[in-house]
């Protein structure tokens, strides 16, 4: 079984993945990603919960 990273920084998803990283920290204001934070500075995202974002962003347009 193969072990995948995760938990993300926003910029690392910004620039693996291509979304900005405003937009993640909006579905993490909509409670929409879960995410870890340093007091109130998101330092996180879970990166399955991006996706399934993605998805569905894809799926809309």
Not at 27 to 56: P, Y
């Amino acid at each position: 079984m193969a072990l995948m990273k995760t938990w993300y920084e926003p910029e690392e998803v910004e620039a693996k993945f291509g979304v900005k990283k405003a937009l993640v920290l909006a579905w993490v204001a909509d409670g929409l990603v879960r995410c870890e934070r340093e007091g109130k500075k998101v330092t996180r995202v879970n990166i399955d919960d991006v996706k399934l974002e993605m998805e569905s962003l894809v799926r809309k347009g």
